[in-house]
């Protein structure tokens, strides 16, 4: 991504957070590793980025995404798929709430917890 930003270009990323939350869901996505916020900032700035901001986010999924795949775990070890659902809008609702909420305590400071790691970088001029 550096070699592909121009000089003063701004990275906006996600990674899957904490390395103790790899599950057969990160295999289904294909990730690779999950990051500490310590790492990703490591993993930026010495690949010549400048952090602008970093926080978690999706903070109020920690403890249900944790029981959902623990459970999935020990039910459907060898059938283990994605736990993207069609869901009733109501659900989706409620999530797409708590998502702009969280955005605007993102936007405004940062969640100290999470699923994920959201980071803004600016590459070096």
Known sequence: MYRILKPGGILVATV???????????????????????????????????????SFVYSFLVIPGWLI??????ISKASYGSDFRLVTPNINTIMLFL??????????????????????????P
């Open 16 to 54: 899957p957070a904490y390395k103790w939350y790899w599950s057969m869901w990160d295999v289904v996505l294909h990730h690779k590793r999950r990051y500490g916020s310590r790492d990703i900032q490591i993993l930026l700035t010495q690949n010549g980025f400048r952090i602008q901001k970093q």
């Open 99 to 124: 998502c702009r909420i969280e955005a605007q305590v993102v936007m405004g400071g940062y969640v100290p917890f999470g699923t994920s790691i959201v980071v803004v970088a600016k590459k070096s």
């Open 69 to 74: 795949r623990s459970v999935k775990m020990v």
